[in-house]
């Protein structure tokens, strides 16, 4: 254990005592010294009573900056505890996109009851938020940002974003608009410090931005961010109203969140399970993909059926063959990570492919060669047949080219296909090299059979 860890873990434990001693001056000085993720963090392992005393003795302001950061199990059980009253004044405290996060995973009918205490011009925002879906642009906006009219001096702008600073999340930049209510433009605060007093926003603006609709998928959002490095993100409409803008602290918890995702689905398990699942949840999860799995075992199990004969007169093949699909396996998997990862960045597409798939075809036919001669020796001194290593040397070049090949190609189909290619692509490759693994092996050896017996 770190000693940052040691530190953090005595800080829990002092806390947990003071609340049990109900010690508010305590409990508020240590959450006063500690980053609220950290007690956010703590308080994941709190009971429902810690939590109740928690809330009692922490002010509304401290506890709405600590459920910004927690993990949405934990948003979820601080806020049910609590009456719709209590909920308005911490939401007042809130950003509108970390409101709208909690409210989406509560029950309709107490979130519509939430929603209509709310103030009208507060109601309207949530509930256009509350239309877009959780994964799109729209849906991850906060709409706490500084719009200003295009014909303002940067004196009277810094004048207004003095007023309206304190209620936004975003001040670095500004977002120009015209008399129609259009964007045109973003200023940054730099810019307006620097400027003349009676220069217009309109004169010192950069008229070309990068924008989103609100309908796109955050995945793509998060691209545009790492390609033109913004810190900010207006999201428009049709008619080019600014409806919100996405901040990069979100678009990173898009990148991890469809990083964390890929990995699951890579691994045949869904990106809605954790540690935390029950036992059911788990079970429905992830029984589906392992009966995928086994249909594509049972067409391994028939071409090695076909081939029942010829395994019966060189027992050895049995040994042997399960190297040729592993090692197939191992180098198609590597290519689709990559493959998944540059998919994932926008760095490849199926319209312009073709060099980075012959490399991968070239790198399967090199690879292969030099697992499958030092396969082949060793094969040779264990069976003392050099004909044996000579048909696993080919069988492992024809198979790490083929992995190498659908390793690169399924993804990319299944992305044209509107799939996910993460979610779907392993299973087509472990079918793909195991197939073929076993067909080219024991058609070699059916071959050559009589120089093996």
């Known amino acids: 254990m770190s000693e940052e860890e040691i530190i953090m873990e005595n800080i829990e434990e002092e806390l947990r005592q003071a609340l049990e001693a109900r010690d508010e001056e305590t409990v508020n000085n240590i959450i006063d010294d500690v980053h609220p993720i950290d007690i956010a963090i703590m308080m994941e392992d709190f009971s429902d009573e810690e939590i109740r005393i928690f809330h009692q003795l922490v002010d509304d302001e401290k506890i709405a900056t600590i459920l910004e950061q927690a993990d ?29 996060d909690i409210l989406g995973d509560m029950p309709w009918d107490r979130r519509k009851a939430i929603v209509n205490l709310m103030k009208i011009g507060d109601r309207k925002t949530i509930q256009d938020l509350l239309g877009y879906a959780e994964d799109t642009a729209g849906g991850i906006m906060t709409t706490e940002y500084i719009s200003l009219y295009c014909g303002f001096s940067a004196m009277d702008a810094l004048q207004k974003i003095k007023e309206i ?39 010192i603006m950069e008229e070309h931005f990068v924008s989103v609709e609100p309908e796109m998928d955050q995945e793509e959002v998060s691209l545009l961010v790492s390609k033109y490095d913004l810190s900010v993100v207006p999201v428009i409409n049709k008619r080019k109203a600014l409806l919100g803008i996405i901040t990069v602290d979100d ?29 059911w949840e788990s079970i ?27 395994i019966a007169q060189v027992v050895a093949l049995a040994a042997v063959m399960p190297i040729v699909t592993g090692m ?38 090199i690879n292969g060669a030099a697992v499958g001669a030092v396969t082949g020796v060793i094969v040779y001194f264990l069976y003392g047949n050099m004909f044996l290593g000579v048909i696993i040397f080919a069988a492992m070049i024809c198979n790490m080219l083929i992995a190498g090949v659908c390793g690169f190609v399924i993804p990319l189909v299944l992305k044209a296909l509107h799939a996910d290619p993460a979610l779907a692509s392993s299973i087509f490759l472990t079918t793909a090299t195991d197939v073929f693994g076993f067909f080219i092996f024991l058609m070699l050896a059916q071959v050559f059979l009589p120089l093996l017996i």
């Open 284 to 310: 429905r999860m992830r029984l589906p993909w392992l009966f995928v799995n086994l249909v594509t075992a049972f067409l391994a199990c028939f071409v090695i059926n076909v081939f029942e004969s010829t």
């Open 72 to 100: 949405e199990e934990l948003q979820v059980r601080l806020i049910v505890s609590l009456d719709n009253e209590s909920i308005i004044k911490l939401f007042n405290y809130m950003q509108k996109d970390d409101i709208v």
């Open 328 to 365: 197939g396996g191992n180098a198609g998997t590597q290519t689709l990570s990559i493959m998944i990862r540059s998919i994932a960045l926008g760095e490849v597409s199926l319209k312009e492919c073709w060099k980075p798939l012959v490399k991968e075809a070239l790198l399967g036919i």
């Open 251 to 279: 678009i990173i918890d898009v990148i991890q969140e469809e990083h964390t995702e890929d990995m699951l689905h890579m691994g045949g398990v869904s990106g809605e399970e954790s540690m935390d699942s029950t036992l």
């Open 165 to 203: 600073a304190p209620k936004t999340e975003v001040i670095e930049t500004i977002f120009v608009i015209n008399i129609k209510k259009e964007l045109i433009g973003v200023v940054t605060l730099r810019d307006i410090l620097t400027a003349d007093n009676d220069a217009t926003l309109e004169s």
